[in-house]
C-alpha cells in the first residue's frame, strides 16, 4: 500500500476534485465518518459545509486541507468494505479517527484506491499538527496495515504502481468526459512533479502521453486573454478530441498556474544540471555515436530522454532532454552553447553544412525515430554513415572525468553582486 498526503489551503479544490469524479461515475463514495447526519440526510452540501465550518473556526491557519490517497497493487481484488475499513484504521493511526471525513473509491485507473478528504481544524478550534505526519504518523501505520491486511508492500510497487502510459487517442477522440479524464491523470503526473521552465519545456513532456498545452495563435482570443487549453495528441502527434480549458481540471494548470512555477523549477533543477552535461558528454566520449539515433539510445539507457525539434524539411533546430530519474527538463542552450542543437551536430561532426546532406541525414533520422513507450532505435541505414564525417571527440575520458562544474553558473546575477564596504572614517 502507498499513501500520499497532499496538504493545502483549498478545501474546496480537494472536496470538488472528488465530487466531479463521482459526477462522471468514476468515483464512489466508500464511506462518511464523524458526520451528525444519517446516511438519507446526507448531501453535496452538507457534506462540504461542515468541513468547511471546521476550517472557519481557525482563520490564522492557512494550510487546513487534508487530501489522502491511499494505493494498493494491481493484483489485489479488494472489496468495498475491506478499503473503508482500511481507510478508518489508517485514519486512526495517524490521528484523525475523530475528525470528519469522507472516502471515495476511484475506479478510473490501473490499480485500486481511494481518496481521503478532510480538515487538521478540530471541533474545539485546536489544529492537528502535519509536520513530519509522513515520515513521523503514516510510515508506521501503513506497515502495520500492510501486516495485518496481507498487502503488497509499497517498497515493492512504488515504482510500477503509477506508471503513467501514453493516452489512446481512439478512446477519448468521440467525448468531453473521456478526454478531460485522460488528460486529467496526465496533467496530475507531470504539471507539479517535473521541473520545467517554459511551456515548451512542459509540452515536451507533455507530448510523451499524447497530450499537449496550446494558447492559440497570437491573434487569437484564448491568447489575448492569457487562456490555455489541454488537447489529446494521436501518434502522429495531431490533435483530436475536445480541447478542454484549463481552468476546468481540479487543480487548475492555468498559464498563471504554471508560469509561477518557472522560477522556483529553475532553482531546482540547478542542482541536477552538471549531472545531465556529464551524462551526455560522457555517453559522446565513450561510445562515440555516429548518428543522433544512436546518441539517443545510448541517452535512454541512462534515463535520459533526448527530444529532436524538427522543421518541414527534417533539420534539426532545437534539441530537449528529459530526466526520469530527477524530472528536470533542460532545452539544450539551457545547458549550454555545446549542448544545443547546433552545438551537438559539430561535436559529433554532424554539421549541417550543406543542405542536401543534412535533409538526407534527418530524413533517415525521423524514419528511425524513437517511439515514447518503447524507446527502441532502429539500426541506422549504412548509406546515411557515408554520409557524415568520422571525427574524433575532443575530449577524452581522463579529461570528462577530472572536469570541474562551477556551481557559480547557477546563481542568478544579482546574487553575485558583492556587498559594499562601509567607509571607514
Partial sequence: MVAIINTGSSLRRAFLYNEHKLSEGAAS???????????????????????????????DVKVNSVHISLNFSPDEQLSDGIMAGIAKEYMDKIGFGTQPFLVYRHNDSGHPHC????????????????????????E?????????????????????????????????????????????NVLA??????????????????????????????????????????????TEGNPVGVPIKASLFHNRPTLDYIENKFLKNDVARQAHKAKIKSTIDFAIASKRPKTLSELEEHLRRSGLKMMLRQNGQGLVYGITYIDFKTKCVFNGSALGKTYSATGLLERMGLG????????TLHREMER???????????????????????????????????????????????WKKKKKRKKKW
Fill in 29 to 59: 463514495i466508500l464511506t462518511v465518518q464523524n458526520y451528525p447526519y444519517n446516511a438519507d440526510e446526507m448531501n453535496t452540501d452538507r457534506r462540504l459545509n461542515l468541513l468547511l465550518k471546521l476550517a472557519g473556526l481557525r482563520e
Fill in 115 to 138: 481518496h481521503i478528504v478532510t480538515t487538521n481544524i478540530e471541533l474545539d478550534g485546536s489544529r492537528i499538527s502535519l509536520h513530519n505526519i509522513g515520515r513521523e504518523r503514516s
Fill in 140 to 184: 508506521p501505520a501503513r506497515k502495520e496495515l500492510e501486516i495485518k491486511y496481507g498487502l503488497v508492500k509499497a517498497e515493492d510497487h512504488r515504482k510500477t504502481l503509477y506508471a503513467l502510459k501514453p493516452i489512446d487517442a481512439s478512446k477519448v477522440q468521440y467525448g468531453r468526459t473521456e478526454t478531460k479524464r485522460a488528460i486529467g
Fill in 189 to 234: 503526473n507531470v504539471i507539479d512533479q517535473y521541473k520545467y521552465t517554459s511551456l515548451a519545456e512542459l509540452n515536451a513532456v507533455l507530448k510523451l502521453y499524447n497530450v499537449t498545452a496550446e494558447r492559440g495563435g497570437d491573434n487569437s482570443r484564448i491568447y489575448a486573454h492569457r487562456g490555455l487549453n489541454y488537447r489529446v495528441l494521436d
Fill in 352 to 359: 549541417q553544412v550543406r543542405t542536401d546532406k543534412s535533409i
Fill in 368 to 414: 528511425n525515430k524513437v517511439s515514447d513507450e518503447g524507446f527502441t532505435a532502429e539500426k541506422n541505414d549504412p548509406k546515411i554513415n557515408k554520409t557524415v564525417p568520422d571525427t574524433s571527440v575532443e575530449k577524452t575520458l581522463l579529461d570528462l572525468l577530472l572536469q570541474q562544474e562551477y556551481a557559480s553558473n547557477a546563481v542568478p546575477f544579482e
